[in-house]
């Protein structure tokens, strides 16, 4: 009886925070079908009809359709450069011996505990000087630099564990090292791989304050600063249709994305603190 | 170790032939040997130097620096520094932030453990709850910000005024209130953050050997005794992990302010980062900005350097 009364219990209070998190994301996407008139006059009732209005305005007037393309494209990208260029330093600093090694990785270590903001002025004169904001190429390059150290040492990890016989097998068999790194080592390591891919994924996705310094052309904004761009606009045109449909529209892929790897992302973020 | 050694002999070796050998054919042999770490290695590094370690170093010269985005650029020395001292504002924000933590951290963290210790307790459909909180993490902050922007509308048809209303409590003024905004700013970010939390402490609690509990029981503790006696001391490696990250987030914040705020009412949720930015893109006082970026730093190195001195001996309990 004490235990089922306990277990009540529990639920009561998971319950009544689940709510604190969903109730007002399903209000906004209830209130996302209404006309813009019945938001203000009625914002807690159901809509009258249902109109899906907002979302077109969202998507092309507000130019939300924009960011998202600019978004994937700035997103994927980065990821795959990301991923493969700090697997091919992961390999070369866990796999081979060379002078400076030390040096090296205690370099990618800095930029791990160097926080971003302490380069933001900087780093947009080094952009300026290059001729790189307001540009997506400058965009990804940069957040392939700022992610480099993390996922290096991400994936250093998975490849300590590969055990070096493998590799020497390999050379014995005739396997030059590019051929070791690509067709024996890289499938070992591919779960790691994934990782360091969602992983990146989240942070760049959502990454708002690069973003804001380096990018100011309407054409080339992501998701996030278009989003935002809609908050502002709405402090003074009041057209709540729009902000909560651009809000939907956001949630949406960061929704399916999370229901796919959820477990990964669970795990994995306690992966390097705990075991670590 | 042994196998170091030996790779390490053999290396000598082949220095030692090598020396003998002409010019070329050493250089042909260096690249067959290193062509790999030359190819993968050294564009990357590269790329990694120019966009991260250059701006880390410059940002440095440029505190000295009267620097002008168009136009020529004066060294200044000790200027900017000492304009922060006695920059009113800048001292504000350092004291927002201050206030911003103190509402945030043990909320974030408390609320973290709870979750966890639920799910952990073995409750139905943890998963699914797991899942829920953890949702906010991986949301941007964009997002939440405007959800929560809605929500805490300062005038009588915002939804949490509702609610109130319910209850029979004023409307309240939420982020137009100089006394409420950064509370309210708190509030979003713990909702945003504890689903992590709950997962480090998720980990940690199943990390604890059950014998504990069991010879506990049979000692006649109750629950609440075991959770202070073994569950809470036991978790310290966590409480010291999240309290260091929770802290650092909270220093930094500067989405939900920049978004909902724009650092007022009053200058009340102007925090060190909006602050910095506010002097460095917007009144384009690039070198005033990375000395108070510098000064963040400071901030943060300090007190991470605390915590890890009084939270972080023996963190090997078990």
Redesign the interface.
Known sequence: MMKILN?IR??I??VI??I???I??I??FVNSVKPSSEI?LA??SFPSKIDFGNYVSAWSDAGLGVGFVNSLIVTSISIILIVF?SA??A??LSK???RFKKT?QL??L??LM??T??????????M?KLDLVNSLVGLV??Y???S??FTIFILIAFFNQVP?SLEEAAVIDGCG??RV?WNVMLPLVKPGLISAAIFNF?GI??E??LA??LISDDSMKTL?LQ??NI??IQQYHTD?GA??A??VL??IP??I??LIF?RR??EG??AG??KG | MQ?NQE?HEQ?HNQKQQKQKLPFKTRLKKNWEK????YI??VP??I??L???????M??LV?TFMD?K?IGESEFVGLEHWKRFFEDDLAHRAIWNTVLFSIYYIIPTMA?GL??AL??N?G??FAGF???????????????I???????FQGTA?G?VN?ILGFFGIEPQLFLSDSDQALMVLAGLSI?KVSG?TM??Y???LQ?IPNQLYEAARIDGANSLKMFWNITFPLLKP?HF?VAIITT?GSF?I??ST??LTGGGPNYSTTTI?YY??EQ??TSLN??Y??VL??I??FI?LVISLIQRKYLGKDTQIY
């Open positions: 277990q529990q639920h209070f998971l925070v689940s604190l998190v969903i007002p994301v209000w906004v203000l914002p807690l260029l091919m330093v390999f070369v081979k011996q060379f090296i370099s990618f800095l930029g160097l926080p903001f302490l380069a933001m002025a900087p780093l947009f004169l080094l300026n390059l940069v392939v630099a700022y480099l150290s070096d090292p590019f790194f989240v996705w959502n708002y304050i804001l310094i996030p989003l935002a908050m502002m709540w902000l909560y651009g809000l956001s949630i960061v929704t994305f999370f959820q992302l669970i973020s306690t603190s705990i | 196998n790779l290396s290193y062509a790999i770490i993968f290695f990357i590094f790329h990694f120019i966009f991260q370690v250059f701006p880390f410059f940002s440029l620097w985005v609320l709870i979750l639920i799910i307790s409750v139905r709850f797991k899942g829920i909180f953890f949702l906010p993490v991986v949301t941007s902050f964009v997002i910000a405007g959800i929560w922007g809605w929500m048809d939804m509702i909702l992590s997962i480090y998720y980990a940690g990390s966590i992990y650092i930094q500067f989405d920049f978004l980062v910095l930015y460095g893109f690039l070198s900005a990375a970026s510098y963040l730093f943060i």
